[in-house]
Each structure stands twice: as structure tokens, then as C-alpha cells.
């Protein structure tokens, strides 16, 4: 298997672009500012409209809060993961990585693959 990493900016003007880069992916990462956390509403929004899988890894900067007060704030779904990450750091972010895989391999009914 071949793991393809997009970025998609977060500004608004650059939202027409989300739903086809959304277009086909298996899922996604929503990397959420702390310091910014309505600024990840529209992100999630757009993926459960389009039905992508999607955890959600939260940037930690030391200045943080809990994890439930932010899935509480993203009013998310149970199912959906919450990673604390650090952004800058190597093992953090792959951990992020492996958090979304194992998401979408949760969701593959036993004896089908993921492709």
C-alpha cells in the first residue's frame, strides 16, 4: 500500500478546493490550533457531508486543554479519534499517521481490505 498526504490550506478562500481533493481519499486528518478550534468546523463539516473518514489530531503548544473539552468544543462524534499531537515533532505526527490508519482498517469489515 502507498500512503498519499494532501494538505489542504484552512483559510476560507480556499474551501471550493476541499470537496475534490476530498474526492476519493479513504480518509483524513483534521489538524486542529487550540488557540483556533472554530477554525476546524468547516473541515469537519465537509467530511461527514462527504462521508471520508477522519480523526481529528489536535496541536498541542503546551497552553492546552483536555482532550474531552475539545471533542466536547468539536462537538464530535464518539467514533471519530482524537490524537493530542505536536505538529513539529517527527514521532508525534507519525503517530497521528497511524492513529488514521488504523480508523479506516477499524471500519473495513473483517475479510475485506482496504484499497
Not at 474526492?23 to 468546523?41: E, M, P
Amino acid at each position: 500500500h502507498v500512503l498519499y498526504l494532501f494538505g489542504a490550506p484552512g483559510q476560507q478562500r480556499f474551501w471550493f478546493l476541499w470537496d475534490r481533493l476530498f474526492a476519493g481519499a479513504l480518509g483524513a486528518i483534521v489538524l486542529v490550533d487550540q488557540r483556533r478550534i472554530s477554525d476546524s468546523w468547516y473541515a469537519i463539516d465537509r467530511l461527514e457531508h462527504q462521508g471520508t473518514p477522519f480523526v481529528v489530531a489536535c496541536n498541542d503548544f503546551g497552553d492546552s486543554h483536555a482532550a474531552d473539552d475539545v471533542r466536547e468544543a468539536l462537538d464530535l462524534d464518539p467514533a471519530v479519534p482524537l490524537v493530542m499531537c505536536d505538529a513539529r515533532s517527527r514521532e508525534s505526527s507519525k503517530q497521528v499517521l497511524i492513529a488514521l490508519v488504523e480508523h479506516l482498517y477499524s471500519a473495513v469489515p473483517q475479510g475485506e481490505t482496504v484499497s
